[in-house]
Every structure is written in structure tokens, then in C-alpha cells.
């Protein structure tokens, strides 16, 4: 069971619009978004979603950043998919007794005085 709580959901009849606010700029947001999976795992979620987005608060205006929502090739929803594959398969693993995965990315782990807690260094 997952459990999380978006910032925004809007509704326009069957169609779903997904929004999370970040205190972070669009560039940063864009940077960020190949490797994202807070929006699709949001997307997996709800289900038949229209569009995911971050709403960039930090630049001189107020900046939408979508997330895979491509209709031509149905990004959004790929991305979704994916992310459900993904937590099942962990989920599954964790509950057949495999160790917890170490998580993080290099470039925020560099900083990071935590690296003993999400075990990172260690595996």
C-alpha cells in the first residue's frame, strides 16, 4: 500500500492534471527530470492521468515543468508503468527478505554527513 500526498490535483471531467510545488528553478526541476520518480510514482497512483508537472517557484515568474506528458508516445503513462514494475519488484524482494537498497545520487551524496544511515558507503 502506498501512501503520499501531492500538492495539487486538478480535475476537467474525466481528465486528471497532477501538480507538485517546488522551492527549486525550472532548470534545476529540467535537470532533475530524467531521473525522476516522484511524478510517475504519483501517475501510477491515480491512474489514467492527463498531465504530471512541477510548478518552479523560485525563478523571476511562476514556471510549469512537465513530466513525460508526450502524448505522441504516451511518456507519462510509460513512466508510470514503469514506476509500478519497479516498486513491485522491489517491494516483492524486500518482502522475500532481500537487504534494503541503498538510495541517493552521487551528486547529493558527496554532500551528505548521513551516508551511515541510507548504509550507501557500505554496499
Excluded at 500538492?7 to 474525466?14: A, F, I, L, Q
Excluded at 522551492?23 to 501510477?44: C, G, M
Excluded at 508537472?53 to 511562476?62: K, M, P, Q, S, T
Excluded at 538510495?103 to 554532500?111: I, S
Aim: hydrophobic share 40%; glycine share 6%; proline share 4%.
Amino acid at each position: 500500500e502506498l501512501h503520499g500526498r501531492m500538492d495539487r490535483m486538478d480535475r476537467n471531467g474525466d481528465a486528471i492534471a497532477l501538480l507538485d510545488y517546488k522551492t527549486q528553478s525550472a532548470k534545476v526541476i529540467r535537470d532533475r527530470l530524467p531521473n525522476d520518480v516522484q511524478l510517475p510514482t504519483y501517475a501510477f497512483m491515480y491512474g489514467d492521468v492527463a498531465q504530471a508537472a512541477y510548478v518552479a517557484l523560485d525563478d523571476e515568474r511562476v514556471v510549469s515543468v512537465s513530466a513525460g506528458d508526450d502524448e505522441a508516445n504516451n511518456a507519462l503513462s510509460e513512466a508510470a508503468a514503469a514506476q509500478g514494475e519497479r516498486l513491485n519488484t522491489v517491494f516483492t524482494a524486500l518482502y522475500a527478505g532481500a537487504p534494503l537498497p541503498a538510495h541517493g545520487v552521487p551528486n547529493v551524496c558527496q554532500w551528505c554527513e548521513m551516508s551511515g544511515l541510507c548504509r550507501r558507503d557500505y554496499v
